[in-house]
């Protein structure tokens, strides 16, 4: 797994040395800090998507959850609610559709790819209801500080991604429940007859992975300054792609959250970089495409061979 995170890698630095070579806009301190703070929500997705992927899931919500959270987080900012408790509501909202999304896979036995789906047309469908279709705009700029500000010269989106990111490796690589994933991931069946609580950690998993797309709402809601139901339309495909790319294996029990940050920034820079040289958003989907097919590709024959 190492060494697949370290080509990853060195895919990352050969990508950003061919661009700049194609050109001389990319490898500006301005543009790099735009990369990062562009690829920071989609990160934040994607770390919650690590868990669930290697504990051999799958979550296709976490894109409406990003638009419910964001819409309870508007309409109670709208309302005159402080911060201090329209976020922590939003935060609650995204978990919420998380323990459903793992009930249902633990104790309902459904497929995570089917339970997940119809969490995604539900909670796509509340935010459109509960917003009407349209967007809930209004906030106060001290809340904008989340998408606007910093700390020293790192803006505050990429503040937030770091320590996410810190507290997510910590808990897969620190912790009991870290190592349960990895377990539940390799081996259903022998980790629960080892004596291990399965259906309770894989429903933490996917609480954890609706925590995640909360936090991105908020970030992602601040950004836009406004709520927008329709937010978070294909996150859930980024943030497969940005696991995926990253050495995640989509057949569970390997992968870190620090190769699906490494991930994010593939397809971030891979974007950017379409965007300088003028590509078509159009063609921009093929790559992107093409670049996941050959990650999962390359994942499977490796897996192949080990085994």
Not at 115 to 125: E, F, K
Request: with cysteine.
């Amino acid at each position: 797994m190492r060494a697949r995170r370290f080509g990853t890698l060195i895919g990352l630095l050969l990508l950003c040395a061919a661009l700049w070579i194609l050109t001389p806009h990319f490898l500006t301190v301005s543009n790099l800090l735009n990369i990062v703070q562009q690829t920071s929500i989609n990160a934040i997705v994607a770390a919650g998507m690590t868990f669930v992927i290697i504990s051999a899931g799958i979550d296709l919500s976490v894109g409406s959850i990003v638009a419910w959270s964001g819409v309870v987080l508007g309409a109670m900012l709208q309302a005159g609610q402080p911060a201090a408790i329209a976020v922590p509501a939003a935060l609650l909202a995204g978990v919420g559709c998380g323990l459903i999304n793992g009930l249902l896979v633990s104790i309902g036995r459904l497929p995570p790819f089917i339970a997940t789906l119809g969490m995604m047309s539900v909670a796509r469908g509340a935010a459109l209801v509960f917003t009407e279709g349209r967007p809930v705009s209004g906030f106060s700029e001290g809340f904008r500080w989340i998408a606007t500000g910093s700390l020293g010269f790192v803006p505050a989106p990429v503040l937030v991604m770091l320590i996410v990111y810190a507290i997510a490796h910590f808990a897969l690589t620190r912790t009991t429940f870290g190592r349960y994933v990895y377990a539940i991931g390799g081996n259903e069946e022998a980790t629960r007859l080892s004596g291990v609580a399965v259906r309770f950690h894989k429903t933490a998993v996917y609480a954890v992975s609706g925590l995640m797309s909360a936090v991105a709402a908020i970030v992602l809601t601040a950004r836009l300054n406004s709520a927008q139901p329709i937010a978070g339309m294909m996150s859930e495909l980024d943030a497969i792609a940005a696991t995926v790319i990253g050495g995640t294996s989509l057949l569970g029990g390997e992968g870190s959250v620090g190769g699906t940050l490494i991930g994010a920034l593939i397809m971030g820079v891979l974007r950017n970089g379409l965007n300088l040289l003028g590509v078509s958003s159009f063609l921009q989907q093929i790559v992107i495409g093409v670049v996941i097919v050959v990650a999962v590709l390359v994942d499977t024959t490796l897996k192949r061979h080990r085994t």
